[in-house]
């Protein structure tokens, strides 16, 4: 069982929109992240299948997806805290290097 760290391209620009397209589990997929200044989170998309899912630290993002095997990741992906008190991913200390990552386990 393998962990990956996403590499998440918010620091060169510091968009509160980006695009990265990992391999997880063998196949690309399409993770947009969207920063939402009122409720001060990040929100994520996988390709067209699911859409706006909060970005938190400590639950497995896609559980309430698995029933979409053939267009979601078949690991767990979730927010996990490195360094630092914060709780949830902010918009300046999500990423790699980060006080949270963003990371793949596979199946």
């Known amino acids: 069982m393998a962990i990956l760290e996403i590499e998440l391209n918010i620091d060169q620009h510091r ?10 589990s063998g196949q690309v997929y399409e993770l947009t992240f969207k920063w939402s200044v009122r409720s001060e989170a990040w929100y994520l998309d996988i390709g067209d299948a699911v859409k706006g899912i909060k970005v938190v630290t400590g ?12 267009k979601i990741p078949a690991g767990k992906l979730g927010a996990r805290r490195n360094t630092g008190r914060a709780s949830k991913p902010g918009f300046f200390n999500f990423g790699i290097g980060k006080e949270i990552a963003l990371i793949y386990e596979e199946p």
């Open 59 to 70: 639950i497995d993002l896609l559980g309430p997806y698995h029933y979409m095997e053939d």
């Open 15 to 24: 968009s509160s929109y980006f695009k990265v397209a990992p391999t997880l």
